[in-house]
């Protein structure tokens, strides 16, 4: 019997990526597309990442837009999956109160990831930049045997 495809409802879309912390993050700039795994912390409608200076940073200031995949596999036909698209928001404290207000509740969420995120036993010290990502767009798909 063939495999069964379906699409996931958007709350089974959503419980997956609260269920997960780890998940890609995709961007392209120019003529480059590139993927990378990243933790986050799902709130609402923005996924909070954590991440350090470098190319993507760069090239997610000149192009803001992504798309953010997270799977769930228990074999070759039976898994969930789950593609948000949306634009990417760098946070900075210090940039007055509502940035202020910002930081600390994208560092208050992501907490729920890693409790000593930015602070004392903080396991990753060199990320010390903060992203979220509105999910404009969210649709999953998924597969069980038949």
């Known amino acids: 019997m063939p495999p069964i495809f379906r699409t996931l409802t958007p709350d089974e ?9 780890v998940g890609r993050l995709a961007y392209a ?25 470098g190319t993507k940073l760069s090239m997610l200031e000149h192009q803001p837009w992504v798309a953010f995949e997270v799977d769930e596999v228990r074999g070759l036909f039976e898994w969930e999956s789950v ?21 600390a509740h994208a560092v208050t969420v992501f907490r729920r ?23 404009a767009h969210v649709e999953g798909r998924a597969a069980r045997p038949g």
Do not use: K
Not at 83 to 103: C, F, I, M, N, T
Not at 120 to 129: F, K
């Open 83 to 103: 593609v948000a698209h949306g634009s990417v928001q760098r946070l900075e404290a210090h940039d007055g109160p509502d940035a202020d207000a910002r930081w």
């Open 29 to 53: 700039y120019r003529q480059r597309v590139d993927i990378e795994p990243i933790h986050y912390a799902l709130d609402g409608d923005w996924l909070y990442v954590r991440t350090q200076q």
């Open 13 to 21: 879309s959503r419980a997956l990526l609260a269920r997960h912390h």
């Open 113 to 135: 990831v890693v409790p000593e995120a930015f602070a004392d036993g903080d396991p990753t010290p060199d990320r010390d930049v903060m992203l979220r990502v509105h999910l």
